[in-house]
């Protein structure tokens, strides 16, 4: 294989046992030094750990590595355990950092991980386990970080040096292998120059017909078209009805695929799948989280089979699934980032545009900007296309799990930790004494209800350093011996609750008989919590319990058909697999802990028996793909 240059001086440095950071541009080659780290691991009969930030990279990963690795692939995501003990382990970064936390003599026989998206670090919800799971990164391991450009490589790449104590060899591209032409659709006209823009008014519609034609005519095809909102993909694949671009040939061809497909992973009689027939016929389709997962697959292998030429997806699309067109569209400039909309930031603009251009295919990647110059000015249209990509910056803000796991190993000296932070590499002053102040905050609470008692922790801090994420409430429940009068039912049920988070005034179904109780238990064990994480200045809060799924995951659990279950919630159906995957992962978690009785272990694998079948087992997903 011929390598570029960044590629080759990466690959050196990893020859000569060295560990590596790699930022490069979306669709520059990436994966392909991983790969030489796997087949250099299996050469010398040593393991290796990639973790990727998504379950749904994670299940793709696995498929693409075990085309060409067969038996030495593995994966671990929490829902899906396939031959966990193979040289070359996929999972995702929230399972490493448990190993490493929980059972750190599991991972002895791994000599490197493989950190994708490693600029993930900086997302406000999960960074905090991508950085723990750098400080605590057992010393025997080599490590590769895999990330979009980012100007302050060489400062994440100096606090890994500062806390391994070994040179961390930096790997820099800035050019893409295939170059990036823009352009804007304003007034339902299609023009290469901002400075055009300021030339045309702000009065007239953006025709979507009009740039799917110009796209066409200029040979354009295939396309991503990413929009924020899944309503949104829906209605303007819908919106695009009336334009075909297939001829007869390739609308057979795509038609006897998509049909092959649905029979194969049992999606013939679905809603959804008849439902999007009609735009598979014309070549186009729409992907997003509140889709079924095997449906997402049918696309996806659609998208590859390049059959399929245009498909409307949100921006998840875009992480590391390895999917390039020759052209991508953005719906708009702006989205929504946690709080309030704002302008893309110019990392993920680019971490989008990145899947223009097939690497080896096109001379050139094509980007189409839809523009309102209501919403946005052209100074920032500028800033994010030509402007510096954003620093990454540390979001630490450890969990009571990582509090108490830590506080078993070194007790009052967890404090000294922190130093080892990129948050307190990053930080000035007064927000280091925040951080501090916030650890000792929640270590204080944890004294006071009964996680840690004598400097030892109890059996309750012992169950709740296993349920990262739900640790107070659930533990309450252990402590007061409340699980072992739940039956399967209560179990799947309160799962379900601890982990699904609403959308705004979305509405709560009729509880079943054996949810009201709960629902009364866990409001009053919650509300107490929330008193004492106020009084003592605790945030973000811990995550309150919804019950919304409450009806459907007992109508699941009672076998009854995943169409049927979808009348008792308004949740798409995607999103209740996935929910009802993430209460089999809590439940195994509790599973697993060596304080559960052995009564609450039986009545956790026959919860899961009843949750994990058809739709919902991705295990089945993963083996029938």
């Known amino acids: 294989m011929i390598y570029d240059r960044f590629q080759k001086e990466a690959i050196d440095h990893i020859n000569e046992g060295c560990s590596v950071i790699v930022s490069a541009p979306t669709g520059a080659g990436k994966t392909a030094i991983a790969e030489h780290v796997i087949t250099k691991c299996l050469e010398d009969k040593i393991g290796v750990i990639y973790t990727a930030p998504l379950k749904a990279l994670s299940n793709q990963k696995f498929r693409d590595f075990q085309a060409t690795y067969r038996d030495n692939i593995g994966i671990l995501t929490g829902d899906v355990s396939l031959n966990a003990n193979a040289p070359v382990l996929i999972m995702t970064t929230e399972i490493f950092r448990n190993k490493i936390l929980d059972d750190p003599q599991s991972l002895a026989q791994y000599k490197w991980i493989i950190f994708d998206e490693v600029h993930y670090i900086d997302n406000p919800e999960r960074g905090t ?123 057979v061809k795509i038609m006897d695929l998509y049909q092959s497909l649905c029979e194969h992973y049992d999606l013939a009689h679905e809603k959804t799948a008849i439902h999007l027939s009609q735009l598979i016929r014309r070549g186009i389709a729409f992907h997003h989280a509140g889709m079924l997962p095997t449906l997402k697959e049918v696309v996806e292998r659609l998208f590859t089979s390049r059959l399929l030429k245009i498909i409307f997806t949100t921006e998840t699309f875009a992480l590391g699934i390895n999917m390039p067109s020759r052209s991508v569209i953005f719906d708009d400039l702006r989205k929504f980032y946690g709080n309030y909309v704002r302008n893309l930031k110019t990392r993920d603009f680019y971490q989008m545009a990145g899947r223009a251009g097939r690497r080896g295919i096109d001379n050139e990647g094509f980007v189409y900007c839809r523009v309102n110059l209501r919403r946005i000015d052209i100074d920032e249209i500028r800033r994010m296309i030509y402007g510096r990509p954003e620093e990454v910056r540390s979001q630490l803000n450890a969990s009571y799990a990582t509090i108490l796991n830590l506080y078993e190993k070194h ?32 270590l204080r609470l944890l004294k006071e209800l009964g996680h840690i008692e004598n400097n030892t922790l109890t059996a309750k801090g012992r169950f709740a350093k296993a349920v990262y994420g739900y640790e107070l409430l659930l533990s309450e429940f252990f402590a007061e011996g409340i699980f072992e009068r739940l039956d399967e039912f209560g179990l799947g049920i309160l799962a379900a609750a601890s982990v699904f988070e609403p959308r705004k005034m979305q509405r709560v179904a009729i509880l079943p008989k054996e949810g009201r109780p709960l629902q009364k238990m866990c409001q009053d064990i919650f509300e107490e919590i929330r008193k004492k994480e106020i009084r003592y200045k605790i945030y973000p809060f811990s995550k309150a319990p919804h019950f919304h799924l409450a009806k459907t995951i007992e109508m699941w659990m009672r076998q009854e058909k995943f169409s049927k279950i979808l009348q008792f919630t308004d949740t798409d159906e995607g999103e209740v697999v996935r929910y009802f995957r993430m209460a089999i992962q809590i439940l195994r978690e509790m599973e697993d802990s060596p304080v559960s009785s052995y009564i609450l272990k039986d009545r956790i694998k026959n919860t899961i028996r009843l949750i994990n079948r058809d739709v919902v087992d991705a295990e089945k997903q993963l083996r029938e793909g």
């Open 129 to 251: 386990v991508w950085e723990e799971s750098l400080i605590f990164l057992p010393r025997h391991m080599n490590i590769l970080c895999l990330s979009a450009t980012i100007p302050n490589i060489r400062q994440f790449a100096s606090w890994l040096e500062s806390i391994y104590k070994r040179p961390i060899k930096v790997v820099a591209e800035e050019k893409r292998p295939v170059p990036l032409h823009f352009f804007y659709q304003c007034q339902n006209q299609v023009v290469d120059k901002i400075e055009t823009l300021k030339k045309l008014g702000t009065k007239r519609y953006n025709a979507l017909a009009t740039l799917a034609h110009y796209i066409k005519q200029k040979d354009g095809l295939p396309c991503i078209y990413f929009v924020f909102g899944r309503k949104r993909a829906e209605e303007l694949a819908f919106e695009l009805f009336s334009y075909n671009f297939l001829n007869k040939e390739d609308e």
């Open 411 to 442: 007790k009052e000296e967890l404090y000294n930790i922190y130093p080892l932070s990129l948050h307190y590499y990053q930080s000035k002053l007064h927000l280091q004494r925040e951080a501090l102040r916030l650890m000792e905050s929640k």
